[in-house]
């Protein structure tokens, strides 16, 4: 009886060890299986669509643009699938994210995944550009993805210049003309408008001129040249290829296209005509004539005239120089 107890015993001690061992190996086993995965084939990432690009300051939001262009601003967004290859299983990947310049900027959307096979899915990712405070100059943009022993894949996306600011200078910053009386028809110094992106910006500006002072509505003119195309062929313009100011002293994107640009055509729209644009590198001379009217004292201190530039789809505004205009005595 004893030995049959002792025997139990002994066999009950000798279960216990092996299922102690057991765990422990299985446990042990775990690091070992997964650095084996990461030595076999290894995760992929790559693109499944086009990229597409919306512009959201669009009142409704969402209206498409160009993403071939070398730039965006904030509250733009930038739209792309990825196809993900796990050969070990999907359980063995998390979802995919975005990163600008190596910083994690954006999760893709797992409610939109489609699964494809069980190594196989394609996920849908979008990145919205925030403010220039966290994202501003040139962005290297990559979708990435990780697995659960350790590994990382990642795709190239492309590289757009974030939030760039947007100036525009003058030279000189006076509009003068020479000694004139009532009736007479005079004609200013050139200014030069200059583009003040910042340095490496691609940014290109639209052009735009206008005025909210009545005299200056009604008796000044302007003339522009900008690499080869001149206001002698704008539809607007006179015969000395001169134009009439539009009335303004804000920015309204609806109403200053077709009526405000400094350049104009009637076959090629506004935003893509070449004279109105004014490159980084650019300069677009203006020059002015005016009409003198009766009682013109010779010296306006007021904001007589507003020149502004705007990028392209970009925040719904413009940066404007005030110019006073003076007759020299």
Known sequence: MKNKTWTKIAFLFLLTILVILSNSY???????????L????????????????????????????????PYFFEGDQIWFDVLIYSPHGLNKVGNPYVTVNGLIEANCREDGTVIIDKWHKIVPCRLAVETPRSMQGWGDIKAVVDSTYGEKANVYVGTWY????????????TIEFPDAHTGETVYSNIIKMLSGVELDSPVPLQSFVSTDNQISLE????????????TLD?????????????????FEIYYFYNNAEIMHS??????????????PDGEINLRFRL???????????????YIWGRADLGPNGGHEVCYNINIVD
């Open 38 to 69: 990461a030595s076999l084939e290894p995760i992929t990432i790559e693109l499944a669509s086009d990229l597409e690009a919306r512009a959201s300051y669009v009142e409704g939001g969402g209206e498409p643009i160009n993403p071939l262009r």
């Open 219 to 230: 008796n000044l003119y302007y003339y522009a040249e900008n690499d080869g195309y001149t």
């Open 234 to 250: 704008d539809p607007r313009a006179d015969s000395e290829g001169f134009i009439n100011l539009f009335e303004a002293d804000h």
């Open 162 to 173: 974030l939030n760039s600011a947007i100036y525009v200078n003058t030279d000189p910053l």
């Open 266 to 279: 009637l076959d090629i729209l506004p935003e893509e005509y070449p004279g109105n644009i004014l490159e």
């Open 26 to 36: 299985e446990v042990n086993s775990r690091p070992h299986l997964e650095h084996s």
């Open 291 to 305: 009409d003198v009217p009766e009682n013109w004292t010779g010296h306006h201190n007021e904001c007589d005239l």
